[in-house]
């Protein structure tokens, strides 16, 4: 079972590997309010909502995936920047489901809505409900030594 850190990291890594995406960054929404300023757009944004815990050996995480764009040129327009945006989250989405680890999470996606001037840019976008499942698969004696 991997971390909460590795699934992090694993979203990081599809943010990096678009040709698009310009930065990722993760953690509460006054962190990405807070630094709004010095972010380099277009940027994929988690934020941790919930953990299922253990049901059945199957460990569920669900986040807020943010997918914001400021428009470059006075002339782009807003609609533009919704379009690519939203096209970055099912880019995200299709990362984590047929990426290097395809095989071992499992992926939802679902109520997807516009984010529109939200922070201290003129950011647009959209947010959608991401949730990450994977078996759960440990005992007693393989639990990691160190720190992770």
């Known amino acids: 079972m991997r971390s909460y850190k590795e699934i992090v990291e694993y979203f990081e890594a ?28 277009p940027l994929i944004f988690l934020r941790p909502v919930e953990s299922l815990g253990l049901l059945d050996n199957t460990r569920s995480l669900t986040f807020e995936m943010y997918s914001l764009d400021v428009p470059k040129v006075s002339d782009e327009n807003a ?44 950011v647009y ?13 440990y005992n007693y004696c393989n639990f990691p030594t160190g720190s992770v």
């Open 14 to 41: 599809g943010a990096n590997a678009h040709l698009a995406i310009k930065s990722f960054a993760s953690g509460p929404l006054s962190y990405l309010d807070a630094h709004s300023q010095n972010v380099r757009y």
């Open 79 to 122: 609609l533009t920047v919704m379009s690519n945006t939203e096209l970055y989250l099912y880019d995200m989405g299709a990362y984590i489901r047929r990426g290097p680890e395809q095989q071992t999470l499992d992926f939802s996606m679902s109520n997807i809505n516009p984010v529109n001037e939200a922070f201290q840019d003129r």
């Open 125 to 137: 976008g959209w947010v959608a409900n991401v949730t990450v499942i994977e078996q759960a698969v």
